[in-house]
């Protein structure tokens, strides 16, 4: 069954990165994906859309997801900014970097800070969002740690490694 996912972040808080070790991740658990980033001349603070397809079977599309299964919302504030209509399906997903506001939530912010992923005074919350959206998606913490750690590296794969493994732990219903 294919799942068109949606991720919606901030240039600098790694939603490209996310949807990239997510395709990763479920490649490693047998399944077919792709990640596709949509940007232009973004800079940190400016929207970024990326997109993330799963599936059981090949999968023959390649065009950006009008509207998803689920919607991944990297920071609280882009609820201001866009009409979650316009980007999720009828009875679809929203899984949020906040307690609050979606199907899903994870204090993404809060463990990124807890493990210093931070850049320019942003939380990278990339890892710790690949987490809650794993758990969510039924992809295994095993791929997903594999996937991490074939991404970054020495002390870097270890923080991005705990920033997954608790969101994969404390994700939980919220609505």
């Given at each position: ?22 395709a990763l991740a479920a490649v490693k658990d047998g399944k077919f994906a792709q990640a596709i980033p949509q940007f232009g001349a973004e800079r940190r603070g400016s929207l970024v859309r990326s ?125």
């Open positions: 069954m294919l799942k068109e996912i949606t991720i919606l972040s901030f240039g600098g808080q790694g939603g490209v990165t996310a949807a990239r070790i997510l997109y993330l397809r799963l599936s059981d079977r090949e999968i023959r599309r390649h065009s950006s997801i009008r509207k998803a299964d689920v919607v991944s919302i990297f920071a609280e504030k882009i609820l201001k900014m866009v009409e979650l209509k316009d980007y999720l399906k009828e009875n679809g997903i929203v899984i949020i970097n906040s307690e609050t506001g979606g199907d899903y939530c994870v204090n993404a912010s809060e463990i990124a800070l807890s493990l210093n992923l931070v850049s320019a005074g942003w939380p990278i919350v990339n890892t710790a969002m690949a987490g809650a959206m794993a758990k969510v998606l039924g992809i295994s913490m095993d791929s997903l740690l594999k996937a991490i750690n074939e991404t970054f590296h020495g002390k870097l794969a270890e923080s991005n490694s705990k920033a997954a493994e608790k969101a994969y732990e404390v994700v939980h219903k919220c609505r």
